[in-house]
Each structure stands twice: as C-alpha cells, then as structure tokens.
C-alpha cells in the first residue's frame, strides 16, 4: 500500500499514496483510512501492474534479492498485493519453507491467492491482513518483508515493534519506501486533491518515512539492529498521457481518483492531462521518474545472561 515531499496537506507524494498522514487520531479515524485504502486497491487491483508498465515487479524482485531469503525458512510479506515480493521470495525458500502473503485488499489477495495456484505453489498462502496489527505467534518467521506498505500504516511507529515480536531471534526485516517524488507525480495528487469534495485532510507532522535518517531512527526505536538502507533509481517511460493515466488508477494513485466524484473527474483528468503536457519529451512520451529505499535489518539475536538464560528484547 504509500512517500514524501509531495508539498500537500496529505503528504501525497509516491505512487503508492496514502492519506495515512490523516487525522492521526482515534480508532475511528484509522479505520476509515484503512476503508479508504482497501477499496482504492480492490479498485485498482485487476490493473495493477497490467497496464504496460513494469513498476513494481522489478522493486519487489529487488528487495527480496536484498532479503537474500534462504532454502528452508518462513516468509511472510505484508501487503503482498498481487505478489511482486511473495513469488520471487517463494522461488527462494522453495517446496521446504513457506511464505504467507497477507493484504488489507480482498480483491488483491483473491488475485495473489488464484496465482499462486495456478503456479502450484502448496507452500504459499495468502489471507486477508493488516500490516499495522498482523496476527501471527510471536517468534514465527524467519523474514519479513513488507514492499511498499508501510507507510500506508496510520502510525507505523506502533506497528513496526508488533512487526518485529513476529521474527525468531536474528531473523531479518526487508521493507521498501519512496524517496523523493517525481513533481509531475506530486502535481497530478494535487489536482486531484483540488477537484474533491469533502473536509480537507490534514498533515501530520510526524513524517517517518522522510529521510534515512527518520526511516533508521523509527526502526531502532522498534527494535531492530543492523539496519541499512539503500536506494535505486528507477524510471519508467510512457508513450503517451493515456498510458500514464491508467498507471495512476492502477495502484496506490486510485486513493485520490476515487476521491474525486465521478461527475468531476473529466475536469480534473483534463487538468492532469494539460500539466503533463508540460513534461512531455520531443517523441511525446512521459518519463516518471523515482528513487526506491530499500530498508533492511534484523531482530536481536538471543543473548545468554548468567545463569543460562536466553532474551530478544523487541519494545512492547
């Protein structure tokens, strides 16, 4: 599900934008982000990654190929989607792990979980989940990676320590994030946010996601060691305003289309479309460009004190 920079009151910024930063209050209000979420990538889900484009394949396939998953163990991913980071990490571990995949999307694990039969994958499954309070036995995986979520998390610095009570003592985080935005990308969320109705969402002034530094801090705080991040620029070209389009209504973009009532969206379609314009290149194409955090880190190995015993300390 998620980004920075993007300049506006709901911190919109990456291809997988969220209105996360919103009211960042009481259970109500996180549950009607949560809603707004979910039905945005039940919406988008039949076009994710279908509309020519290859955005998210090579990002998952990546930070699994950083996660470096091992034949043997257990996976599970967050926010599996239609599984850019759950099938590279079930070739991975093979026939004798497992990989659980789980997504707040019906429609998304519906997908994940018809392919991953379709490819005979008996070690691979795929259940309706949040990545801000998964329910799994603490200590019950090996890895964990979470590609493109979290930061749809409306306060990922309560989820991030649940995140790593899951890991076995040592086991491994992989997560990645946006960093700076592409203006044209930024712009196009503004728009958008411009032709909605209703209350305005509000900025929440806690931005973890925003640099490396914030992105080690929170998970140092969480519990996690060995924390490294790196990045990788990646782009992906257009032929056209329509191709770029169908991009945005094919992820985490659909937040703000769906936003926008429906007797209002010519406008605002045509308000993007004359922005873009702007952006094109000689031959009429579009470039998106964007830079990709990968984040990975570990669960403190067991300690032995005197007297035998053995602790992981994770933060309640």
């Not at 019950?140 to 790593?164: C, H, Q, S, Y």
């Not at 801090?217 to 620029?233: K, R």
């Not at 308000?271 to 830079?291: F, K, N, P, T």
Request: charged share 20%.
């Amino acid at each position: 599900m998620t980004d920075t920079g993007g300049g506006h009151a709901t911190q919109l910024s990456g291809p997988d934008t969220s209105p996360a930063d919103t009211p960042a209050g009481t259970d109500t209000e996180h549950a009607e982000t949560k809603a707004i979420i979910a039905a945005a990538f039940d919406n988008s889900a039949d076009t994710y990654e279908q509309v020519g484009v290859e955005f998210f394949a090579p990002l998952g396939a990546e930070l699994v190929r950083r996660a470096a998953p091992q034949p043997g163990e257990h996976v599970l991913d967050l926010g599996c989607g239609r599984g850019h980071c759950l099938f590279p990490a079930a070739e991975a571990v093979g026939s004798r792990g497992s990989v659980t995949g789980t997504d707040l999307s019906p429609r998304m694990v519906q997908l994940c979980a018809a392919e991953a039969a379709r490819r005979g994958l008996a070690h691979v499954h795929v259940e309706l989940g949040d990545a801000s309070e998964p329910a799994f036995p603490a200590g019950n995986f090996d890895l964990i990676t979470a590609g493109m979520v979290m930061f749809f998390v409306p306060e990922p610095r309560k989820a991030l320590p649940r995140v790593a009570a899951l890991l076995r003592p040592g086991g491994r985080f992989a997560m990645s994030s946006f960093g700076p935005s592409d203006p044209k990308f930024d712009e196009t969320m503004g728009i958008l946010y411009r032709h909605r109705i209703g209350p305005p969402w509000e900025d929440n002034p806690d931005k973890p996601f925003t640099t490396h530094e914030t992105i080690t801090a929170m998970l140092a705080d969480s519990g996690f060691v060995d924390i490294e991040i790196t990045e990788l620029q990646h782009d992906i070209v257009f032929s056209d305003l329509d191709g770029y389009w169908a991009w945005v209504g094919s992820h985490g973009g659909r937040i703000m289309i769906d936003q926008v009532r429906p007797e209002h969206l010519p406008a605002a379609r045509a308000d993007v479309y004359a922005m873009l314009s702007e952006h094109r290149e000689a031959d009429g194409s579009l470039i998106h460009r964007s830079r990709a955090w990968f984040t990975t880190a570990r669960r403190p190995p067991v300690t032995t004190h005197p007297g035998g015993k053995g602790t992981a300390r994770v933060p309640a």
